[in-house]
Nanobody
Framework: VQLQASGGGLVQAGGSLALSCAAS????????MGWYRQAPGKQRELVAS???????TYADSVKGRFTISRDFNKYTVYLQMNNLKPEDAAVYFC?????????WGQGTLVTVSS
């Protein structure tokens, strides 16, 4: 299983960024996928997840600003981030739960300037 993430970068506070992450190596139609983030000196935390049913979960801190979605045919998960805040700055990791294990993408850096 491999996860390839893209889309990070530098944005001003209030701006938007979109992340994407493509899974390969098997079929992932029913597997939960998600985005986590880790800021310097902090633990990795869940940002949003989407189940194989399409049901979504969000951290309270991003509700109303971030939207997770997935393309079931392309095994790709997306994260649309709007109204970004300096506290959203972190390395973002995509994740998939597959056959009892967590798999992680390489991480993509999101920087938010105030």
């Amino acid at each position: 299983v491999q996860l390839q993430a893209s889309g990070g970068g530098l944005v001003q506070a209030g701006g938007s960024l979109a992340l994407s992450c493509a899974a390969s190596g098997s079929r992932f139609n029913i597997n939960p996928m998600g985005w986590y983030r880790q800021a310097p000196g902090k633990q990795r935390e869940l940002v949003a997840s989407i189940a194989g049913t399409g049901r979504t979960t969000y951290a309270d801190s991003v509700k109303g600003r971030f939207t997770i979605s997935r393309d079931f045919n392309k095994y790709t998960v997306y994260l649309q981030m709007n109204n970004l805040k300096p506290e959203d700055a972190a390395v973002y990791f995509c994740n998939i739960w597959f056959r009892g294990k967590d798999y992680w993408g390489q991480g993509t850096l999101v920087t938010v300037s105030s």
